[in-house]
């Protein structure tokens, strides 16, 4: 291949910024439904709030006193020394994690394409919107280790892409250390991009097998440092309950309990959620036709590319074993990818899995559906290209749909958490309850706030005793502490609280003396709300004292 043919033309380059711009336009179109606001959400009380009512706002010792060095050290110290800064305009965050997001899907991109050859607009569509969950995208806390892995793992790749096509030994000792250094930063964001990224690697060493020994040396020695640092902090990762297995017997264990709430997260969750995609009544119409406009143009012009079998970066990849240039490999990395993201909870006895691992994944399950559209564009039939167009679009579109209805629950739920704390916060001012025992009945049982299971969460904050307390920390300046135990309507009865404290009763039925005198306390705060999608509303609040 000569240099010119490598080299992309003007009209190529000029339709790859359209397809960006066209993206980008989806982009802020799904994120953007619910007006661009963000309200706190569980974790973002503690997180993000309570840091700058510590201890005079000493946000170094917060850090180190809540071992948060010792696990995913490096996106909990941008959580608390950066992001917690931004107190309680927290829109600028969420706007800065989704731009920081679609860099970061541009920078992967890029850097495959120059590896394999290829398009690659279909692996962008899909890690931005296949996640039928924006938990590891939108919610701050969740997402600010997952993103931010993302972009050092693209810069990574971008580094990769510069070294084996670099012939210079200097230059290529650079690109292999800041290669190596923005794997090992990935690796102290995220726990989940551990395996995943060599099992990629493999697969590019496999592409460039002169290069294979520093190629897979890169990701091994950043994991290699990545361990020596969470050995070193041993107690503080025993401290926030991720003890590592030491035993094929504990691995095993990991994984009977991880693997049925993986099958439910691919399984019923994403289902449920496709459901959801394809019901257009939630939406404006006016937002549906701009969706339909903008994707239509965007798929239009993306396979033109895969029919072409042309791609502006370049036409083909800068050498390589032939084999592994062809699309299936493409498959082989996805898959390792996908699977491989969920090796971490194997080594630890951690065995909570949640719906933001699926945006880790997804960059995976993007490489699969990449290859896909390589194949299909290569089929030559008119009638066969226009309904892949076609259904290609109405895919899109259900994708942004559901985006845009789990942003709008997002929303909805957590102002209305913050509303319930901030009158209940009232309430216990007005009787000078600045601290004590709080016993919290909840009538839900999860704070996952996505609209298939709408009636479970209205109350985001309210399910968890610490959330609570630094909810009511936060919105109170620091000034109300409180400790708080959790009921839920499953909790034994043992679990009943003591006479002397004071209750907080979240309920969609009237308010009575009743409540109280059945929880067993001797005063309490009764909020009735009206839990209706999307009108939610606090009915009444009530105060009863027993005798």
């Given at each position: 291949?000569?240099?010119?043919?490598?080299q992309?033309?003007?009209?190529?380059?000029?339709r790859?910024?359209?397809?960006?711009?066209?993206?980008?336009?989806?982009?802020l179109?799904s994120e953007?439904?619910?007006?661009?606001?963000?309200?706190?959400?569980?974790?973002?009380?503690f997180?993000?709030?309570?840091?700058?009512?510590?201890?005079?706002?000493?946000?170094?010792e917060?850090?180190?006193?809540?071992?948060?060095?010792?696990y995913r050290?490096?996106s909990f110290?941008v959580?608390?020394?950066?992001?917690?800064?931004?107190w309680?305009?927290?829109?600028?965050?969420?706007?800065?994690?989704?731009?920081?997001?679609?860099w970061?899907?541009l920078?992967?991109?890029?850097?495959?394409?120059?590896l394999?050859?290829l398009?690659?607009w279909?692996f962008?569509?899909?890690?931005?919107?296949?996640?039928?969950?924006?938990e590891?995208?939108?919610?701050?806390?969740?997402?600010?280790?997952?993103?931010?892995g993302?972009?050092?793992?693209?810069?990574a790749w971008v580094?990769?892409?510069?070294f084996?096509?670099?012939?210079?030994p200097?230059?290529?000792?650079?690109?292999?250390v800041?290669?190596?250094?923005?794997?090992l930063a990935a690796?102290?964001?995220?726990?989940?991009y551990?395996?995943?990224?060599?099992?990629?690697?493999?697969?590019?060493?496999?592409?460039?097998?002169?290069?294979?020994l520093?190629?897979?040396a890169s990701p091994?020695l950043?994991?290699?440092?990545?361990?020596?640092?969470?050995?070193?902090h041993?107690?503080?990762?025993?401290d926030?309950?991720?003890?590592?297995n030491?035993?094929?017997a504990?691995?095993?264990?990991s994984?009977?309990?991880?693997?049925?709430q993986?099958?439910?997260?691919?399984?019923s969750?994403?289902?449920d959620?496709?459901k959801l995609?394809?019901?257009?009544?939630?939406?404006?119409?006016?937002?549906?036709i701009?969706?339909?406009?903008?994707?239509?143009?965007?798929?239009v012009?993306?396979?033109?590319?895969?029919?072409t079998?042309?791609?502006?970066?370049a036409?083909?990849?800068?050498?390589?074993t032939?084999?592994?240039?062809r699309?299936?490999s493409?498959?082989?990395?996805?898959?390792?990818?996908?699977?491989?993201?969920?090796?971490?909870?194997?080594?630890?006895?951690y065995?909570?899995?949640?719906?933001?691992s699926?945006?880790?994944?997804?960059?995976?399950?993007a490489?699969?559906?990449?290859?896909?559209?390589?194949?299909?564009?290569?089929?030559?039939w008119r009638?066969?290209?226009?309904?892949?167009?076609g259904?290609?679009t109405?895919?899109?579109?259900?994708?942004?749909?559901l985006r845009?209805q789990?942003?709008?629950?997002?929303n909805?739920a957590?102002a209305?958490?913050?509303k319930?704390?901030?009158?209940v916060l009232?309430?216990?001012?007005?009787h000078?309850?600045?601290?004590g025992h709080?016993?919290?009945a909840?009538?839900?049982?999860?704070f996952a706030p996505?609209?298939?299971?709408?009636?479970?969460?209205?109350?985001t904050?309210?399910?968890a005793?610490?959330?609570v307390h630094?909810?009511?920390?936060d919105?109170?300046?620091?000034?109300?502490?409180?400790?708080?135990?959790e009921?839920?309507?499953?909790?034994p009865?043992?679990?009943?609280?003591?006479?002397?404290?004071?209750?907080?009763?979240?309920?969609?039925?009237?308010p009575?003396?009743?409540?109280?005198?059945?929880m067993?306390?001797?005063?309490?705060?009764?909020?009735?709300?009206?839990?209706?999608?999307s009108?939610?509303?606090i009915?009444?609040?009530?105060?009863?004292h027993?005798?």
């Amino acid at each position: 291949m000569n240099s010119q043919s490598k080299q992309p033309s003007k009209y190529l380059r000029n339709r790859a910024w359209i397809i960006i711009i066209l993206l980008l336009g989806l982009w802020l179109l799904s994120e953007g439904i619910a007006g661009w606001q963000y309200h706190p959400f569980r974790d973002d009380w503690f997180t993000l709030g309570y840091p700058n009512f510590w201890h005079g706002g000493s946000r170094w010792e917060f850090y180190l006193s809540y071992h948060l060095d010792s696990y995913r050290p490096l996106s909990f110290l941008v959580d608390i020394e950066l992001l917690s800064r931004f107190w309680p305009h927290l829109t600028i965050v969420a706007a800065m994690i989704l731009a920081l997001m679609f860099w970061t899907v541009l920078l992967w991109r890029r850097a495959l394409s120059q590896l394999w050859g290829l398009p690659f607009w279909g692996f962008a569509v899909l890690m931005l919107w296949l996640p039928l969950t924006d938990e590891g995208q939108y919610w701050i806390t969740a997402s600010v280790g997952i993103v931010l892995g993302l972009w050092f793992l693209g810069w990574a790749w971008v580094f990769l892409a510069r070294f084996v096509q670099d012939e210079l030994p200097t230059s290529r000792r650079i690109w292999w250390v800041v290669m190596t250094l923005a794997f090992l930063a990935a690796d102290l964001c995220y726990e989940q991009y551990w395996f995943s990224v060599i099992g990629l690697m493999a697969v590019v060493a496999l592409k460039y097998r002169r290069q294979w020994l520093p190629l897979l040396a890169s990701p091994v020695l950043s994991l290699m440092l990545t361990a020596f640092w969470y050995l070193s902090h041993s107690s503080g990762m025993r401290d926030n309950g991720k003890v590592a297995n030491h035993s094929v017997a504990s691995v095993i264990h990991s994984l009977h309990l991880i693997l049925p709430q993986i099958i439910t997260i691919w399984g019923s969750e994403e289902l449920d959620a496709l459901k959801l995609g394809v019901h257009f009544d939630r939406v404006p119409g006016w937002w549906l036709i701009l969706a339909a406009v903008l994707g239509l143009g965007a798929i239009v012009l993306a396979m033109a590319d895969y029919m072409t079998g042309r791609a502006e970066l370049a036409n083909g990849p800068n050498g390589g074993t032939r084999a592994w240039n062809r699309p299936w490999s493409l498959i082989v990395g996805g898959i390792i990818w996908a699977v491989a993201s969920y090796f971490p909870w194997l080594v630890t006895h951690y065995d909570w899995v949640a719906d933001r691992s699926v945006t880790v994944a997804a960059p995976g399950i993007a490489l699969v559906g990449e290859a896909i559209l390589a194949y299909a564009g290569k089929i030559p039939w008119r009638l066969f290209r226009a309904a892949v167009i076609g259904v290609l679009t109405f895919l899109l579109v259900a994708l942004l749909n559901l985006r845009a209805q789990d942003i709008m629950a997002y929303n909805a739920a957590n102002a209305f958490s913050g509303k319930l704390g901030v009158r209940v916060l009232a309430i216990l001012n007005q009787h000078h309850l600045k601290e004590g025992h709080l016993t919290v009945a909840d009538p839900t049982w999860t704070f996952a706030p996505w609209t298939y299971t709408y009636h479970d969460h209205i109350s985001t904050a309210w399910d968890a005793n610490w959330a609570v307390h630094y909810m009511l920390a936060d919105l109170s300046h620091g000034r109300n502490l409180y400790q708080v135990t959790e009921l839920w309507p499953q909790d034994p009865e043992h679990k009943a609280p003591s006479f002397k404290d004071t209750g907080v009763i979240l309920t969609p039925a009237r308010p009575s003396l009743d409540m109280v005198t059945r929880m067993d306390v001797h005063q309490a705060v009764v909020v009735q709300y009206q839990d209706q999608f999307s009108s939610l509303r606090i009915v009444q609040v009530k105060w009863y004292h027993l005798p």
